[in-house]
Each structure stands twice: as C-alpha cells, then as structure tokens.
C-alpha cells in the first residue's frame, strides 16, 4: 500500500487511523514514567484487540473507496505469503492479512520485550536479556524516545510506524536480525550461483539441486558439527557425479543460544575449502531452524532462482533425518499449516526426494527468525 502514493495519503489522512496511532503514541510516551521492565513495555506497545478491528475495518472501507482492494488482494496473492487464506473473500482476505501481520508484531514485543517464551524453540530463540535488566529497559527507553520524538508531523505517518519501527529495533538490540542478515540471497554468497542458474542445461541432470540439512554444533566457539561435515561429504560425492548442478546448504544461527556461526555459511566454506566444491554450485539458505523450514525454505530457494520444478529435488542427510522426513508432514502442518513441498520419496538411508509446491511461500509468523 505504501508502495501507491494515492493510497498512501488516504491511509495517512484516514481519521480512524490517525486516532489509533495518536493513542498509542500518547499510551507509549507516558509509559516511560512508570515502565522498569520489558513486559511492562511489552503490554503498552501491543496492539489490543479493539485497535486490530478498528484498523482492518478502516483498511478496507479506504480500499474500496478508492478501488483498489482488486489490486492489492492480487498482489498479496500474487506473492505467495499468504496462501493459507486464498479462499477467503475479499474483504476477509484483507482483515486476515492485516491482522496476522499485527499478531506478527505483537509476538516480538511480547518475545523479545516481554521475555515471553517463543511458541517453539525456546533455548534457541528467546530473549537475550533478563526482560527486566536495568540496561535492557534503559536501552528500550531509548527505543521508545527515538521513534516518537516528533521529527515533523507524527499524525502524517502511516498508522503502523511507530509499531512497525519499534518491533524492528527490539529485535536489533537482542541482536536477533538473523532473518534479514543475508538478503537478498541471489547476492552475497549466492551471487555466483544465482548468475550460474543462467547457462544450466537441466536436460543434464536428474534433481535440480541436492539439499543438505545442517546440524547445530551444541559448544561454543565450534563452527561445525560432524554430522554437518558427514552429510557435505555425502553431498559432495553426489554432485561430483553429476546428480545435480547445484548444492543447497541450509541452517541458520542455531545451536548453542545467539551462536556468532550459521550452520549454512559454515557448510558451504566446507564444501568449497575441504571438499572442492566450485563456489557457483553451492547456494546458502541461513534461515532454518529445523527440518520442516530446511525443506520448505530451500523450495522457495528453488523459485526464487528462476530453478525449474519439473525436477525433484534431493535430501541427502544421515538415516536419523530420513526418518523424521518420511514423517514430517503432520509435523509441518502443525507447526507451518501446511505442507511445503508436494511429495517425499525415501529412496535409501541417506537419501530422500523431493518435489517443491509453491505452498512453501507463505510466511510463519509464529517463527519471527524464520517466518
């Protein structure tokens, strides 16, 4: 919406709106007289219910006053992230966009303001201070006065800036931007591989990559675990091979807590330094934190290289994990709400293919490192 200067101005001047963050500006610089804990700062930066609804509803009486709910509903669908809710209706696919992505907020302020414990992963994911460490609210407070100082007019500013801002600097002095740390992955590490998908001639191969899922070394100060090491020298065989152009490694800063090492960073120096491995073959995925996320952030890799999806791709891990992914899929739609990928297909011990489902675009904002 943002990205539409009409629509922009009339989220901007619509009066609903602009009460709405008035009344949390004004709740969030008041606090700061009585706030000596990050819960404390949690509770008064959430959006309640009433301002949720109230929101949503305002939304979508300015998408259609200015017949724009067809072109933004396309573009939402269009993306991918919001998959799960396709068969709505139009005006319940809106509110339900809008207020999974406040619920989104709402869930970093409550982790990593609040101290509340993640849904899942909790000894990995949770808040990297006491929530009511003196230095931790001081820096919070200082949070708060940067982004509602008035600069020039505060009213003039969309209705969700001031959240917006503020969940994004929560997860930097946690020091928790693991989710965007890397992108855009076709650059970076990925920029020679992103260029090298150009000249492939798939006809050449039978999977359009091979997957290695990494394992978090649990010691600090440890780059690498074995098993992370046996399953790239499993990997690496199979590319020498010629079963596949490209090798994914996925795994992001795991194990042990706020670990300085991404296990797919790690794993591809392996295959490049140790296991000769030409730097165009190899694509980090840095996001994962378990094995569903492995599989379905690696499809939407597969995607967003431009990889064809005729090909399956190819799991190539110890017999432990193949296990677990011939099993997984309960897994994923309890923890994703869906399946990322639309087959698995166990061929031995090491050995699992796959075929991708462009399911695995929508976003879990359960997971806020890897949504």
Known sequence: MNSETKLKKAIEDDESLREIYAQQITRTTSSQQRCNSGKCYAEVLCWNDREIEKAGTALISILEKNGKIQSIIKNLKESGHYNLFHDLNDTAFIRTVWEYNAQGINRIFRVYLGGNPPKRYAAIDSISYKQDDPRFVQRVDSIITAVTTPS???????????????????????????????????????????LAVKNIDWSLYKYSALLVPGFGPEKEGVRIHEKGIARCKMAAERFKSGLAPFIIVSGGHVYPFRTPFSEAVEMRRYLIEELDIPKEAVIIEPHARHTTTNIRNATRLLYRFDIPDTLPGLVVTDAAQVN????????????????????????????????????????????????
């Not at 031995?348 to 359960?366: D, H, M, W």
């Open 152 to 194: 020039n007019d505060k009213l003039s500013l969309p209705f969700f800036e001031l959240s917006l801002k503020t969940a994004l600097a929560v997860l930097n002095i946690n020091g928790r931007d693991e989710v965007a740390r890397y992108e855009p992955l076709t650059a970076g590490y990925n920029s020679e591989a992103f």
């Open 324 to 371: 677990m992914i011939e099993n997984l899929a309960p897994r994923c739609i309890r923890e994703l709400g869906y399946v990322p990928y639309k087959n698995v297909n166990v061929l031995n011990e090491n050995e699992v293919e796959f075929v991708p489902s462009i399911q695995a675009f929508q976003i879990n904002l359960e997971d806020v490192l890897d949504p």
